[in-house]
T-cell receptor, first 114, second 110 residues
């Protein structure tokens, strides 16, 4: 099993450009989420999904869109990139049972917005 | 506000020594988790302690939980150079929403 796969690993954008960060998992996890990690800020939740067709906002959702058309995929879209979105993005998934809640993380996507 | 704040933020120790880091949280929890992040990599789950547990062991890891003080500690015994990483605590907010602390950076000097 590949686990959680994120692409691309690195990306440089100009302000105003759009792009999609891809996330796929092969563990049949219902729950998927996107975090961003910034120095001194820890990880902050952007959006999450508890199943196909269901998404919700996290702590820092502005400037990002998500969709969940399949169990496996959870893409994160930046419609008009801003320098403040320069960060490392992590996708994570888990089974829906919150009593376990162990998250499986991808290796991250490092985004720079100029 | 973000749940989970580790203290101290950075720790440098000699190989073979023990490393202890703390985490505090603000609301009631079902469980608390610790994760490790090696430089440039994703987070990896280390250990989970449930709210009705006070201590849990996993190999060289020992986690304690004090729900009255809303705090947890992670102890790594007999540290190795490979333990050099950042360590995060995390608590579930609801709907599987994990909130992470800012992390402890641990450097183990060979």
């Amino acid at each position: 099993n590949a686990g959680v796969t994120q692409t691309p690993k690195f990306q440089v954008l100009k302000t105003g450009q759009s792009m999609t960060l891809q996330c796929a998992q092969d563990m049949n996890h219902e729950y998927m989420s996107w975090y961003r990690q910034d120095p001194g800020m820890g990880l902050r939740l952007i959006h999450y999904s508890v199943g196909a067709g269901i998404t919700d906002q996290g702590e820092v959702p502005n400037g990002y869109n998500v969709s969940r058309s399949t169990t496996e995929d959870f893409p994160l879209r930046l419609l008009s990139a801003a320098p403040s979105q320069t960060s490392v993005y992590f996708c994570a998934s888990s089974y829906r049972d919150s009593n376990t809640g162990e998250l499986f993380f991808g290796e991250g996507s490092r985004l720079t917005v100029l | 506000s973000q749940q989970g704040e580790e203290d101290p933020q950075a720790l440098s120790i000699q190989e073979g020594e023990n490393a202890t880091m703390n985490c505090s949280y603000k609301t009631s929890i079902n469980n608390l988790q610790w994760y490790r992040q090696n430089s440039g990599r994703g987070l990896v789950h280390l250990i989970l302690i449930r709210s009705n547990e006070r201590e849990k062991h996993s190999g060289r890891l020992r986690v304690t939980l004090d729900t009255s003080k809303k705090s947890s500690s992670l102890l790594i015994t007999a540290s190795r150079a490979a333990d050099t990483a950042s360590y995060f605590c995390a608590t579930i907010q609801g709907n599987n929403r994990l909130a992470f602390g800012k992390g402890n950076q641990v450097v183990v000097i060979p």
